[in-house]
């Protein structure tokens, strides 16, 4: 991937290399035969946000444009649950949380009789259902408390190459937005670093982003916990606590994208009113008006295919963002009129 | 400076161009005519560590050595204070702060009564002799303290154009060390991603840190506070509130490349004892075995040329350090011995 070897020597070579050899091929071809470009987004029906895609990038990149963006400016953030792939039925974090203690409890005897591990461990669907944000928190740090980050990844991972969405018997990894990697893809092979800023923790999804997206850890945003570092008998450790460090999620996101990032995206991607925060501030901060900017919502519109919810659901919920949309000039990416495949085995077919 | 010259299309030129120009010359003249490469860190004496880092570099680059690293892992950490420029007499932003107290009186009249401010008012040095760690992080907090990080950053940025070493009389700026700023353009050129990781709050290094050193504020990784998100008037803002969120110094820093890195380090540079949970995550984590390793401690010894220091410091002090290195076999950069310059402007004479 472009982020991964953005390094000196190897620079040119990973241009070449990778998602981007098409790019490079098409680019020739084009020059050579006159042929048209290849299009960079194949997965994507014409439209105003596919449009807006490629004119951001054709205007932040070419030599001698009003709009050009030197490189370390080309910044794009993008959520990863509803965004990159599929949050529903529920959360995936969550669907591995529940499992996760329910594997754990047999080394934690008390939770057999404390809320909210009992109904977890009970299989107490009435009562999960009636679970607060709060009773979710203490479960996912619960599942994180004492671990190292590589801890968690690993039992993340091994998670993941088992557990399937129910609906569409697949892996989750395998429910990654195809159009969505392609835009990934588009602006790494133009110079565009690509950082996710989710919702869900920071190890969760760095247990598979770099496979499944390309996105390095050190480009997951997340959230995160407080930790404890030791140096005991000559291994250097980092713990998780089971207290936040940073809620990344709502205003948060403004927070997380201050903090590990530093700049004002210049295309950020979201879904719901979690990401309200990351897309204001890359609209609407007071440097915004610097550069162009870009900013989309993936609305699920297509119950055939995927899922189709905004207001009434509790999951993802996009209702706000609906409202701000036309007022600040954000693109809603209709999942059901813009995107010609879903899901990457659709390719295969 | 390759940050200035790394824009877009020029990339490429900028990695030709300045620090970097050298390599790609020796490695056309060694292919070529079968001439030696040309000196990779010409401001360093021939000596063990030298010759640690050349080897690390062409050990982990080279197609097909058994300690080939992937340049997605290819991470390297610097701390900034006394490793990349000069923290004595004083640390730097503990200078800014002393100044920008005193610029922010006038806004708040009550610090005029009110200790730590009072001291800092008044000019009172027996006082400010006598300050607590608590009382430095109570004035760092409050030049921080309902400002956007590119507020602060103006004010530092501003103040860092115009402040000087009391003995060098140069710009801060101007007494960053030659030595490492080779070492971090030899790194970058050869696919390694430069972090810095300070006991500095991340706003202070940022106003300076992509000009004076390269790295872009997304891979600063510092001390950083709580903050408040607000869209207000259709403007998005981030700011600081005074309280820590990460006091990224000490066992912080290993916590700090935990949550912002996610990676075990390659190699790690400081000069303190500060810096030993960065050092040892880098050496001593689990996963240390799986790739070399390489951590060094900049050891001020040049009275005459510039500070020297370890032990009976109070600024950047380096006691466990000392005894550490030979243990966890960290290379001591010996500044009188290793160095053949300190500073940039000495190659000018």
């Known amino acids: 991937m472009l982020s991964e070897v953005r390094g000196g020597s190897t620079w040119v070579k990973a241009v070449v290399n990778q998602t981007a050899a098409w790019f490079v091929t098409a680019a020739v071809l084009a020059g050579c035969a006159g042929l048209p470009a290849t299009d960079p987004l194949p997965s994507w029906n014409e439209g105003a946000t596919k449009s807006a895609i490629v004119k951001l990038v054709a205007d932040t990149t070419r030599a001698g444009s009003p709009d050009f963006v030197p490189p370390p400016e080309r910044i794009a953030t993008f959520d990863n649950d509803g965004t990159l792939w599929t949050e529903h039925p529920m959360y995936v974090e969550v669907l591995f949380t529940l499992d996760r203690i329910k594997a754990m409890a047999a080394s934690n005897p008390s939770w057999r009789t404390e809320q909210p591990f009992k109904a977890v461990i009970d299989g107490d669907r009435e009562t999960i259902a009636k679970f607060t944000e709060a009773d979710f928190f203490r479960l996912i740090a619960a599942t994180h408390a004492g671990l190292t980050g590589a801890q968690f990844q690993k039992a993340a ?80 450790t980092v713990t998780a606590e089971p207290r936040l460090m940073l809620l990344d999620d709502g205003p948060g996101k403004g927070i997380g994208i201050d903090h590990y990032i530093g700049r004002v995206p210049i295309a950020a991607f979201g879904n719901s009113d979690g990401d309200l925060a990351m897309l204001q501030t890359t609209t609407n901060s007071p440097q915004s008006k610097s550069r162009p900017r870009l900013a989309a919502i993936v609305w699920h519109t297509d119950a055939v295919r995927e899922y189709a919810y905004d207001r009434d659901t509790h999951v993802g919920r996009l209702d706000q963002g609906l409202t701000l949309a036309p007022q600040l000039g954000w693109f809603l990416i209709d999942m059901k009129k813009d995107w010609k495949v879903v899901f990457p085995y659709e390719l295969n077919r």
Chains 1, 2 share one sequence.
């Open 157 to 236: 991972a091994d998670w993941l190459a088992v557990a399937k969405n129910p609906r569409f018997n697949r892996l989750h990894t395998e429910l990654v937005y195809q159009p969505m990697l392609e835009v990934l893809a588009y602006l790494r092979a133009n110079g565009y670093k690509t950082f996710i800023v989710t919702g869900g923790t920071q190890d969760f999804v760095r247990s598979f982003a770099e496979k499944a997206y390309g996105v390095p850890p050190e480009q997951v945003v997340g959230t995160s916990f407080e930790a404890k570092y030791a140096f005991t008998n000559g291994v250097a």
